[in-house]
């Protein structure tokens, strides 16, 4: 084919493409938010979280944190200054003061910095302390995927909290195409969560979960369903679980809809569950159910069977 008649195809193609579909283009905005920005945005704040651990040598001097901390911290608030303006604008197309306010949510996020800080650090620890693979603080640090993908989820749902549009998204499906965690930014996750391999997670948006909660690869926390509006337009209500404190849920298992997991419960692997347990319970194919502790006779096995054609 020669070179005149490729370029005529082309010019076909161009014309059907520029005509056709265009409710799937961006419409016209000043500018967009950088995934590269964001994605160095959060590059530094994983160099203030864990000092020395990625950065060079003499970050992780004790006479150095101080000062590194306070280089990055000035990079990460002009990068997110920039990029959360980029989004207010982004997502109204008219945002008169969006660099005022842009400034002052991202100067909100560097306070925020410290509790993100925390919230990590007992993250690791319970990685470290519920896996026997693992040999020290610095290799879960290192080389743990469920470190990288929390941190992203802890940033974004901070800078969620704080009203920034679209940037929370973006930061979170970084994490999610890096190490396979998707958990949405607005979840919203206490101290001490640990995700074990991490492979196939999915964390949905209105999900709460307590502290010392640990998840295992494939586990879906996720919605049975959701309403319409008179337009048939999903309605953002909350549809996701509430986990509480100190549950294990094991392999490839979803738990669905706005139901309760009771404190101190164990769900064991490829679990279908859609009904609230009790505190102390433990959840198991087969329609196996424990309670460490009493619990009204409401006829939970019965029900569980039902629902569930013998197995749960």
Request: hydrophobic share 40%; glycine share 10%.
């Amino acid at each position: 084919m020669n070179r005149t008649e490729v370029l005529k195809r082309i010019r076909e193609n161009v014309d059907i493409l520029s005509t056709s579909g265009n409710e799937y283009t961006a419409p016209q905005r000043e500018t967009s938010p950088s995934v590269a920005s964001l994605e160095e945005a959060m590059r530094l704040l994983r160099l203030v979280v864990f000092p020395g651990f990625f950065g060079a040598k003499q970050e992780a001097e004790a006479s150095s944190i101080q000062y590194y901390a306070g280089v990055y911290l000035e990079k990460i608030y002009d990068l997110l200054q920039e990029q959360i303006c980029n989004g207010l604008y982004f997502e109204t197309g008219k945002c008169p003061n969006a660099r005022e306010q842009a400034s002052r949510m991202a100067i909100e996020f560097i306070g925020r910095i410290p509790h993100i800080k925390h919230l990590l650090s007992t993250d690791v620890r319970a990685i470290l302390d519920g896996d026997p693979a693992a040999k020290s603080v610095s290799e879960v640090i290192f080389s743990y995927p469920a470190t990288l993908a929390i941190l992203y989820q802890r940033a974004a749902h901070e800078l969620l909290l704080i009203g920034v549009p679209i940037i929370p998204r973006i930061i979170t499906e970084a994490a999610h195409s890096k190490t396979g965690i998707d958990i949405h930014p607005g979840a919203d996750i206490g101290e001490y969560f640990a995700i074990d391999h991490g492979t196939g997670v999915v964390v949905g948006e209105t999900a709460v979960i307590g502290s010392h909660v640990r998840l295992y690869q494939g586990v879906t926390l996720g919605a049975k369903k959701y309403m319409l509006d008179e337009n048939g337009q999903p309605i953002n209500l909350p549809r996701h679980p509430v986990i509480e404190d100190h549950v294990t849920i094991y392999s490839n298992t979803s738990v669905l809809g706005r139901i309760t997991i009771g404190r101190n419960s164990v769900i064991g692997g490829n679990v279908w569950l859609t009904r609230s347990i009790p505190p102390g319970s433990k959840i198991l194919q087969g329609s196996i159910v424990e309670h460490k502790q009493p619990v009204r006779p409401s006829g939970l096995l019965q029900d569980l069977h039902t629902d569930f054609g013998g197995g749960i």
